[in-house]
Every structure is written in structure tokens, then in C-alpha cells.
């Protein structure tokens, strides 16, 4: 007979493409659902325009001055940092209940899942180091683009960022999602991404497959294929007509 811990149910959700403020109150609902619940979930979902989301605390005004995403759909994410244009690159969000250890311990939390990111690259021949002592920049002068700035956990391919992660802590559960770029966007043509640094043409469900096998060790879930249920539906819908697709929250600064 084992004595091995049995491993924690977590939901692996790989959606298709979709509309920025749709997956931004897809997470938020899937927040509240982990905390009404108390059950993990791990979503991967793309984007299916170019899309700039602004920082929480971002100013709208400030968006105008990235001229090469002037024409992008814009919304406004749940999480602070700065804009991210999402393209040609891939999302991830992670969501646990507070009784797990790793929602006590934000810190961890980064350091484990981008650990399983950088061994995924490195398995596909990508540089990938974790950002140890970033250049601190005075309050008010960092970069628009959360890709031009540095956080302590955020992931290098030499010096430039190819993963970033933030976090929001809401109703008894943690949110993290993050993005990985997998090549350079023409609205926003001053980030390389993994293929101009490197070379490898990465493929989404590959690095999903990939990424689950990681965070499953690493975190001893066990991921069980699945997609939103009725009440997480019906509540991102919700959400998008109230907030992520309303002016008065992408404006609200």
C-alpha cells in the first residue's frame, strides 16, 4: 500500500480564443468560483485580436502614447502591473482556495509556477533564467509595458522578459495569471519574444501539456480536463456586460 499524499483535484481549462473582456471576466468568475468552492482551477486561453490590457492602477489617458497599439481593443485587468499587448503569445491563470499553503505564500506561489514554466522552455532549447535583482525604478517612472519592466520572479531570455505574473487576492482565493510571449507582435514591435530570441517556434498546446505535467509534481495536483460549469458561465457573463466590456470600468482612471 502507498503512503504517498493523495494529490489535489485541479481543473485543467484550455480555452479557445477569444475576446479580451471576455477572458477577463471569465477569471474573475472563476476567482469567485474558487473561493465559493474551495477548488483549484488552472485555465490556458489566447486572445483573438491583438488586445492591450491596462494595469489595474493604469491611467487610460497613458494608452495613447503606445502609438503601435493605438488601434487595439482595449480592456482593463483585475490585476496591477503594467499593459500588457496580448498577441502572439500565451495566458495562463491559476486559481487557489485560501486553504491551500501556496495562497498564504504569494512569493512561492511565483517562484513554483514560473520554476515549471522555465523547465518547460528549457526542455524546448529556450534560455530561461528567473529575475533575481531587478533595477529598481522610482514610483511614476516605470515603462508603460509590463514587458519592459522587472519584478524579482519575473522570466529572462537573456535580458529581455519573457514571462510576467501578477496576482489579486480576492473572496478567500488567489488569482495568478501571466503571460508567456511566444513572438514578437507588430503592436508592439519593441518585444522579441521567444522566437526572435531564441529561434523555437513554440506551439500552445504543447507548452500546455507541458506546463500541467510541471505545475502537477510541483504542486501535487491531479489536473482533470474540464471547461466552465453553468454558474461560472452565466457569472462571466455577467461580469462583461457590467464591467469588462463597460467604458466606465476600462476609463475608471
Known amino acids: 500500500m502507498s503512503n504517498a499524499p493523495a494529490r489535489l483535484p485541479c481543473r485543467l481549462i484550455a480555452d479557445a ?16 468560483s474558487a473561493a465559493a468552492s474551495g477548488r483549484c482551477s488552472l485555465r490556458f486561453y489566447q486572445w483573438r485580436q491583438p488586445t492591450l490590457s491596462l494595469g489595474y492602477f493604469q491611467s487610460h ?3 495613447a502614447s503606445h502609438h503601435a497599439s493605438r488601434a487595439c481593443p482595449l480592456v482593463r485587468r483585475q490585476t496591477g502591473g ?5 498577441d502572439r503569445e500565451l495566458t495562463y491563470s491559476l486559481f ?4 491551500h499553503p501556496l495562497a498564504v ?4 506561489l511565483y517562484v513554483v509556477v514560473h520554476e ?3 523547465a518547460v522552455l528549457q526542455a524546448h532549447r529556450v534560455s530561461a533564467t528567473i529575475c533575481a535583482n531587478p533595477h529598481k525604478v522610482a514610483k511614476g517612472e516605470e515603462p ?3 514587458f519592459q519592466r522587472r519584478a524579482i520572479g519575473d522570466m529572462l531570455s537573456g535580458t529581455a522578459k519573457i514571462c510576467g505574473s501578477a496576482q489579486r487576492r480576492r473572496h478567500g482565493a488567489v488569482l495568478q495569471h501571466g503571460s508567456l510571449l511566444f513572438a514578437q507582435s507588430g503592436c508592439a514591435p519593441e518585444l522579441p519574444g521567444i522566437l526572435e530570441l531564441c529561434g523555437q517556434p513554440l506551439t500552445p498546446a504543447a507548452v500546455i501539456t507541458a506546463v500541467a505535467h510541471e505545475l502537477a509534481g510541483r504542486l501535487g495536483f491531479d489536473f482533470q480536463p474540464g471547461e466552465l460549469e453553468t454558474d461560472e458561465f452565466e457569472a462571466a457573463t455577467g461580469l462583461l456586460s457590467r464591467k469588462y466590456a463597460n467604458p466606465t470600468w476600462t476609463e475608471r482612471r
Open 17 to 32: 480564443p477569444a475576446e479580451g473582456a471576455w477572458n477577463m471576466a471569465v477569471d474573475e468568475a472563476l476567482l469567485e
Open 96 to 99: 487557489i482556495p485560501q486553504s
Open 105 to 108: 505564500d504569494s512569493t512561492r
Open 61 to 63: 489617458a497613458v494608452r
Open 144 to 146: 508603460f509595458l509590463c
Open 116 to 118: 515549471a514554466i522555465q
Open 82 to 86: 503594467g499593459a500588457i499587448l496580448h
